[in-house]
């Protein structure tokens, strides 16, 4: 990190800290802890940026990332990730009620599931050696897309199978053998995400990230913020492009098992915002 970058971001956290402050001294109550539960993929990295920036690093415990407690016990977790004014990661929904207790804004940004998918083949096969590559992944490297979304491997499968339905019912351990078992996932998925504080979506993330950095006490994201890692990865303008290509009708014929599930609950949540506009434009 340069001078310029570190003076900025000790200057951004110092407002941040003041402006907490300043607001218990009027007696306001304290601003929310605010809790991310993020699905790799949706666009979320941009948002755990920002919170980093304004609110502080993980060794003053004021942000705090789930993979980084992932092999505690969950009670542990919570306790340990208790002072942090913003909790995010990659947690089921089990961590997410442990860390639940007193004044929280909780959230998540859901991404068409097949666009999700296409993004975390991109991603994972442009991993460079040496960032945060697990040897077990290795394989993935050099896997075709339709080798990828066939994949029986329980490895890849982590990633790519109905993730949503998983996180959200309860647990991302175990993975759904057939249809009946996926569809099972779904209302329990639906339930839990119809009680967070803000379901965003990646195709509008610009006022779903300014309404979680308003809760905050924060300024405003700048409109349009939004780092996309996959293709930060990418060396070439032409696999830039392929990388945000949607899948075609014999890919999606593939992946369908891998999002039927999340599928419904996008479609739901989908639907459940268009009725939201149709109600403010009355």
Same mark, same amino acid.
Request: net charge positive; charged share 30%.
């Given at each position: 990190?340069?001078?310029?970058?570190? =003076?900025?971001?000790?200057?951004?956290?110092?407002?941040?800290?003041?402006?907490?402050?300043?607001?218990?001294?009027? %007696?306001?109550?304290?601003?929310?802890?605010? $809790?991310?539960?993020? #699905?790799?993929?949706?666009?979320?990295?941009?948002?755990?940026?920002?919170?980093? +920036?304004?609110?502080?690093?993980?060794?003053?415990?004021?942000?705090?990332?789930?993979?980084?407690?992932?092999?505690?016990?969950?009670?542990?977790?919570?306790?340990? @990730?208790? /002072?942090?004014?913003? $909790?995010?990661?990659? &947690?089921?929904?089990?961590?997410?009620?442990?860390?639940?207790?007193?004044?929280?804004?909780?959230?998540?940004?859901?991404?068409?599931?097949?666009?999700?998918?296409?993004?975390?083949?991109?991603?994972? $096969?442009?991993? /460079?050696? %040496?960032?945060?590559?697990?040897? +077990?992944?290795?394989? &993935?490297?050099?896997?075709?897309? /339709?080798?990828?979304?066939?994949?029986?491997?329980?490895?890849?499968?982590?990633? =790519?199978?109905?993730?949503?339905?998983?996180?959200?019912?309860?647990?991302?351990?175990?993975?759904?053998?057939?249809?009946?078992?996926?569809?099972?996932?779904?209302?329990?998925?639906?339930?839990?995400?119809?009680?967070?504080?803000?379901?965003?979506?990646?195709?509008?993330?610009?006022?779903?990230?300014?309404? $979680?950095?308003?809760?905050?006490?924060?300024?405003?994201?700048? #409109?349009?913020?939004?780092?996309?890692?996959?293709?930060?990865?990418?060396?070439?303008?032409?696999?830039? @492009?392929?990388? #945000?290509?949607?899948?075609?009708? +014999?890919?999606?014929?593939?992946?369908?098992?891998?999002? +039927?599930?999340?599928? &419904?609950?996008?479609?739901?949540?989908?639907?459940?915002?268009?009725?939201?506009?149709?109600?403010?434009?009355?």
């Amino acid at each position: 990190m340069n001078l310029y970058a570190g =003076t900025r971001k000790f200057s951004l956290r110092m407002s941040y800290r003041l402006a907490r402050l300043r607001e218990r001294a009027a %007696g306001n109550l304290d601003r929310p802890r605010i $809790v991310f539960v993020h #699905t790799p993929k949706t666009g979320g990295t941009s948002i755990n940026s920002y919170f980093k +920036e304004h609110v502080g690093s993980k060794r003053s415990r004021l942000f705090a990332r789930y993979e980084d407690h992932v092999s505690q016990e969950l009670d542990e977790f919570a306790a340990h @990730v208790r /002072p942090a004014k913003f $909790v995010t990661g990659h &947690m089921p929904w089990a961590a997410f009620e442990r860390c639940c207790g007193g004044n929280v804004f909780g959230f998540t940004i859901l991404r068409d599931p097949y666009d999700r998918l296409r993004s975390l083949y991109h991603y994972m $096969v442009n991993i /460079p050696p %040496g960032h945060g590559r697990g040897d +077990e992944l290795d394989h &993935m490297q050099r896997m075709s897309l /339709p080798e990828f979304l066939s994949s029986p491997d329980k490895r890849v499968r982590f990633y =790519t199978d109905n993730y949503f339905a998983r996180q959200f019912s309860g647990s991302l351990d175990g993975l759904a053998e057939t249809s009946v078992e996926r569809l099972r996932l779904v209302e329990p998925a639906i339930r839990n995400l119809s009680s967070l504080d803000l379901i965003g979506f990646n195709d509008d993330m610009d006022s779903a990230f300014a309404e $979680v950095a308003r809760k905050a006490g924060l300024p405003p994201p700048p #409109t349009g913020r939004r780092r996309n890692v996959t293709a930060d990865l990418i060396a070439s303008q032409e696999k830039k @492009v392929e990388a #945000t290509r949607g899948l075609n009708s +014999e890919m999606r014929r593939l992946a369908r098992p891998l999002v +039927e599930a999340d599928l &419904m609950i996008y479609e739901h949540f989908l639907q459940r915002r268009a009725g939201n506009k149709l109600q403010a434009a009355d």
